[in-house]
């Protein structure tokens, strides 16, 4: 990265609403991550769906792989690959050969599976699947070490003397993150791994609030197995928006997010437990939505950190279609050009340059007006009235004094 400082994202579901051309659906997505990629964001991560008709991604993989074709530098990750689902031995191939074919740029996000429909359609048992996860991961973990073969059996799957054949491309292994909702278990699990965490919960009524704790939690556990948890590995999912001043932003987004909220985590799911009946009006209070101006924004991201006790590695944005698709589009380039410098040390030197040459402008400008003057007398050319003027008064556009 061209940057040391936050890194900025989305985790796109995706979130499409019903009746909505699921090609063309598709089609937007790709070309927001491409969008994303000119404008300088760091990371997309790209979630895994099989039912209920508005997340259609089903595989991360295909998706990846056809993004990483369209862009050039944005890490590109699963969020997140049910492990459930999968094969331990299968997740870990297909991304190590994504490493090798984005050169780098993968990255496995992992979780138990959000939909719990997904699962009952599979056959699985919703209060395994937690249980499941942690065994898939202890396994690719195993797989990617690449010390030993693996051989493991659990009453889901079966490794006998188990290796790839493909080491990672990158060096020391792409990263893998856990994603962490409200309960304590995807905490724990990345501790146990010292892997990075996607903290879905900083988006959730009361989450904010938790995310200290949570980390405190993470890193205890992180000891207990001899491993470390490290800040830089820490993404934040938040909702935002942004336009031109507060007023427009919301307005952009209003009656999106109710059509969302009613149609999909109301109608469809049942309101989950932690979903509010209004999450806008919450979410902005809490701040784990942020709609408004650039500068708006700004403040809502530094009040975010806050929360964390130490900071945090990157904040994504969940990749909604509340406004409009070029209101969207803009709202990513309007946090581009100047919300995401005030995070990153871009623009200091900038700041830094102006204000040095406004301190010692009298200065630097004033002998500049001599100089004008010898130039004139060397030159044996007359002085034309304006120029002669301005040289006697020592005034010009470039010295305002």
């Keep these: 990265m061209a940057h040391d400082g936050l890194r900025f994202g989305i985790f796109l579901a995706p979130f499409h609403r019903l009746g909505d051309n699921p090609t063309l659906a598709l089609a937007r997505d790709l070309e927001l991550v491409k969008w994303l990629d000119d404008l300088g964001y760091d990371e997309a991560w790209i979630g895994e769906h099989h039912s209920a008709g508005w997340e259609i991604i089903a595989s991360p993989e295909i998706f990846i792989g056809v993004a990483a074709d369209r862009t050039k530098r944005i890490m590109l990750g699963s969020g997140v690959t049910s492990l459930p689902y999968h094969h331990p031995f299968l997740v870990a191939q297909r991304f190590v050969q994504l490493d090798h074919m984005t050169r780098g740029r993968v990255m496995l996000g992992c979780g138990p599976g959000a939909l719990v429909s997904d699962a009952y359609m599979m056959g699985i048992e919703a209060e395994k699947q937690r249980t499941m996860m942690d065994e898939s991961l202890g396994a690719i973990m195993k797989l990617l070490e690449g010390k030993e073969p693996v051989t493991m059996k659990t009453d889901w799957f079966e490794l006998k003397e188990a290796r790839l054949h493909l080491a990672p491309y990158t060096k020391g292994g792409f990263p893998i993150a856990v994603a962490s909702a409200t309960t304590p278990s995807g905490v724990l699990t990345a501790g146990k791994y010292g892997v990075g965490m996607l903290s879905l919960g900083a988006g959730l009524p009361g989450?904010?609030?938790?995310?200290?704790?949570?980390?405190?939690?993470?890193?205890?556990?992180?000891?207990?197995?001899?491993?470390?948890?490290?800040?830089?590995?820490?993404?934040?999912?938040?909702?935002?928006?942004?336009?031109?001043?507060?007023?427009?932003?919301?307005?952009?987004?209003?009656a999106g997010e109710r059509v969302e909220t009613l149609?999909?985590?109301?109608?469809?799911?049942?309101?989950?437990?932690?979903?509010?009946?209004?999450?806008?009006?919450?979410?902005?209070?809490?701040?784990?939505?942020?709609?408004?101006?650039?500068?708006?924004?700004?403040?809502?991201?530094?009040?975010?950190?806050?929360?964390?006790?130490?900071?945090a590695g990157a904040v994504l944005?969940?990749?909604?279609?509340?406004?409009?698709?070029?209101?969207?589009?803009?709202?990513?380039?309007?946090?581009?050009?100047?919300?995401?410098?005030?995070?990153?040390?871009?623009?200091?030197?900038?700041?830094a340059s102006r204000e040095w040459v406004s301190d010692n402008r009298s200065g630097i400008f004033g002998p500049h007006m001599?100089?004008?003057?010898?130039?004139?007398?060397?030159?044996?050319?007359?002085?034309?009235?304006?120029?002669?003027?301005?040289?006697?008064?020592?005034?010009?556009?470039?010295?305002?004094?």
Aim: zero cysteines.
């Design 207 to 254: 989450g904010p609030q938790k995310l200290a704790e949570q980390w405190k939690i993470g890193e205890e556990q992180a000891a207990k197995f001899g491993k470390t948890m490290k800040r830089e590995d820490w993404r934040l999912v938040i909702n935002m928006h942004v336009a031109e001043d507060d007023e427009q932003a919301m307005r952009e987004v209003r």
């Design 317 to 351: 944005f969940r990749s909604h279609e509340w406004a409009t698709r070029e209101q969207t589009l803009r709202s990513y380039e309007l946090f581009a050009r100047w919300v995401m410098p005030q995070f990153q040390g871009s623009v200091d030197t900038l700041y």
């Design 370 to 401: 001599g100089a004008m003057r010898k130039a004139f007398t060397d030159a044996g050319q007359a002085v034309p009235e304006h120029m002669r003027m301005q040289l006697h008064t020592g005034k010009s556009p470039l010295n305002k004094e």
């Design 263 to 311: 149609s999909y985590f109301s109608e469809t799911l049942g309101r989950p437990p932690m979903r509010s009946e209004n999450p806008l009006a919450e979410g902005l209070a809490a701040g784990t939505t942020i709609v408004g101006s650039p500068d708006t924004v700004a403040a809502g991201i530094r009040r975010l950190l806050e929360f964390t006790g130490g900071g």
